[in-house]
């Protein structure tokens, strides 16, 4: 940041991460700009401090010129909070609304603080009713953007500053008591004001950091549930869905079935000789065998398939929404092909062979249970017949 966005974003000093800094002062940013009814509120002003300015003699003409300058003011501000709504705020831009609202309310405030040089310094109880209306737009402009207290000392200073200057001057040159004591009443006041503003700004920065702390807790939150699903549902070997997250799928699939007509088809997938891999090889190696397995499986298979490992060396497919079997060899096939084959682990190949067994709702069973015990003797079936 510059110097100019450290002024303007200053407040007391909060333990945050660096992002969430970045996203706190964006929103700052983005609530500041948008803003709305300033233009009202300027040519409210403006309207009061004429009926003042006019009843302490000041030439209609001057007030007139006076009251057009914050008119035009009014309208640039009436543009603004227009272009706002259009525009997709991001980084890049919202610095530039922050200095055009900024420039705005500079060019208000200052407009605003001038009317103390027309009135006269004899119409001293004129002067009070001015210092009194000046201090109250400023207060509700004050008030109005909670998100940049910035802004609060940069009004007081174009909007309340030259009256202030003013009782100065006289109350000193001029050794005028009345004057004296309305210095001291707009010190006293502004200081009041500036200081209540400051603890309001306060507790509306505090509440943003708030609402994004807790965003970022039920992010964090969703992220750890996720987590701990996937790690309950999933096989930690493999990756894909475990015997449990398998079953509870696969009955659910099983009653849709029976609602819409269409068949379930259970695959079972038992290697052979995988014993025998893993006391030759070591445990890593027939663990790296049962990964580009179960990736090979997923990648023939999908999507039509939902794979799972429910074993040590088994899998398990299910087909749902089948209305002909016959599609079902297809992907056994396939499935065959892509995992009948060698695989290079290391330095090491390994020639890997597979038996499986398919069972289906058409006529062998209605329950996971007896999908299972279908499927499985199929499988074993076909394992004696390669002995």
Known sequence: MNYIQKFLFFSRPYALSRDLNRRIRFLRAREFVLVRGNGVSALLGAFMLSLILYASHVPLMTIAVWFAVIFVIALLIFAFERRVLRVQMNESNLYNLVYYRLALGIALSTAWGSSVFFVPAQESLYLVFLFLTLSTMVTLGVLGFGTMPAYFFILDFFGLAPIT?????????????????????????????????????????????????????????KRSKAIIEH????????????????????????????????????????????????????????DKLLQRIASAIEASLAPHGFAARIGGDEFAVLFENIEEVSSVVEYEKLLKKAINTTFDIGNITIVNHVSIGCANTFKEGTTLEELYREADARMYEEKRGKK
């Open 165 to 221: 200057a003013f009782f100065g001057f006289y109350a000193f040159v001029y050794q005028e008591l009345f004057f004296f004591l309305l210095l001291v009443f707009a010190l006293v006041w502004q200081t009041v004001v500036l200081k209540r503003a400051y603890g309001i700004s306060e507790k509306v920065i505090g509440q943003l950091i708030y609402k994004e702390q807790l965003k970022e807790e039920i992010e964090e939150h």
């Open 231 to 286: 790690l309950a549902h999933h096989d930690h070997l493999t990756h894909i869905a475990n015997r449990r997250y398998f079953e509870s799928h696969a009955r659910k699939a099983i009653e849709e079935s029976k609602a819409s007509g269409k068949s379930i088809v259970l695959m079972l997938i038992d290697l052979d000789n995988f014993k025998p891999i893993n006391d030759t090889y070591g445990h890593h190696v027939g």
